[in-house]
DNA sequence: CGGGATCCCGGATGATACTG
DNA sequence: CAGTATCATCCGGGATCCCG
């Protein structure tokens, strides 16, 4: 990571943001356990057992460079460091409820149909 | 694409589904211009000119499989093609929306503000 | 404990050419 | 017009080892 201010590409849809900022395969993940309460490193590697060190890492910086989380040293030995969701990070909380009500809704659907695909219309 | 039915694997955090669903690179763009209206394919073309054939193709697919869109075909000649917002993918809206205005926010904090990363509290 | 540094793979994406 | 087919490329993500 060679800058140490993440570049900003110009959005035109702010959709994309959003997708961008909480998009990573890890993210949801790890917002969702930070939504309850704050987390150590080692608790979220319990709570997300198939995620690697390195990627938790990465999407926690990434979360961390987009300001969404806080990140806290404690600097004793061993070292404890913990993440929570910051004032701003709060403000994203109900984007996320809306997505997740959505989101249920989707999977209860698709858990009893499987979905025919390409149906196709003709006029 | 070999199967005709898409493997909806189980996702434990709704918010993931959602991602899935409108995640793909180019997704929230379709989604945003047939918010507007009915797109014919050239008319995605030309809205979005950075995207490929093949990828417009490709996740114009994905969105009809999730049925979100409606793909309707008239046989003329030359054909003609266009896609729409289905019922079901008008159920997304208000979630599109909340995103939207979470992202524009966002971008317009971003655009002002140089993000200074890795601030680290330390205590 | 909480990472960083490297190497690597596969799927996502792109470029280009062709077609019903 | 609205795609499909093929080949090349890029990059997110994983495995592994190392470190203060």
Redesign the pocket.
């Known amino acids: 990571m060679e800058a140490n201010v993440e570049v900003v590409a110009e959005r035109k849809c702010p959709i994309e943001t959003v997708i961008h900022i909480v998009g ?3 993210k949801p993940l790890i917002l969702w356990h930070l939504l309850d309460s704050n987390k ?3 608790e979220l590697e319990k709570l997300i057992p ?6 938790l ?5 990434e979360l961390e460079n987009n300001r969404l989380i806080t ?1 806290t040293i404690y600097p004793t030995v ?5 993440y929570s969701l910051s004032e701003y990070g709060l403000t994203l909380v109900p984007v996320l409820k809306v997505m997740c009500a959505w989101g249920e809704i989707h999977n209860q659907m698709n858990s009893s149909v499987r979905v025919p695909a390409r149906v196709g219309v003709q006029i």
Chains 1, 2 share one sequence.
């Open positions: 990573g395969k890890w150590r490193f080692s198939e995620v690697t060190q390195k990627m890492t990465q999407h926690l910086r990140r061993p070292i404890k460091v913990d």
